[in-house]
């Protein structure tokens, strides 16, 4: 079983910067890759970014490449997207979630979910 828990969401101003973060607990956490996902009212829920369980691969949506970044601090149990230069497009319910498996970008891929955590990027 894995637990996990979003937090640093809030307003963010176009252009700037917000780390978002994954309180992981549970024995297995460290052998699950970690992905986050966005989803605004009336669409599915979209892949961003995932990490393998080693944090030595990542993978991102084009959407997002080059802008956001994802890591893993193993000390904190601790998952991270940093989010540099946001746009108002940006702007969703942020999700963490863990997979058994590296590399999918299909939400049915992933075992454990949090609750999330609201962006919102001001133009």
């Known amino acids: 079983q894995v637990q996990l828990v979003e937090s640093g969401g809030g307003l963010v101003q176009a252009g700037g910067s917000l780390r978002l973060s994954c309180a992981a607990s549970?024995?297995?956490?460290?052998?699950?890759?970690m992905g986050w996902f966005r989803q605004i009212p009336g669409k599915e829920r979209e892949f961003v970014a995932t990490?393998?369980?080693?944090?030595?691969?990542?993978y991102y949506a084009d959407s997002v490449k080059g802008r956001f970044t994802i890591s893993r601090d193993y000390a904190k149990n601790t998952v991270y997207l940093q989010m540099n230069s946001p746009k108002p497009e940006d702007t969703a319910v942020y999700y963490c979630?863990?997979?058994?498996?590296?590399?999918?970008?299909?939400?049915?891929?992933?075992?454990?979910w949090g609750q999330g955590t609201q962006v919102t990027v001001s133009s």
């Open positions: 549970g024995r297995t956490y460290s052998s699950y890759a």
């Open positions: 979630a863990a997979a058994k498996e590296y590399g999918s970008v299909t939400p049915a891929a992933y075992e454990y």
């Open positions: 990490i393998s369980w080693t944090g030595a691969r990542t």
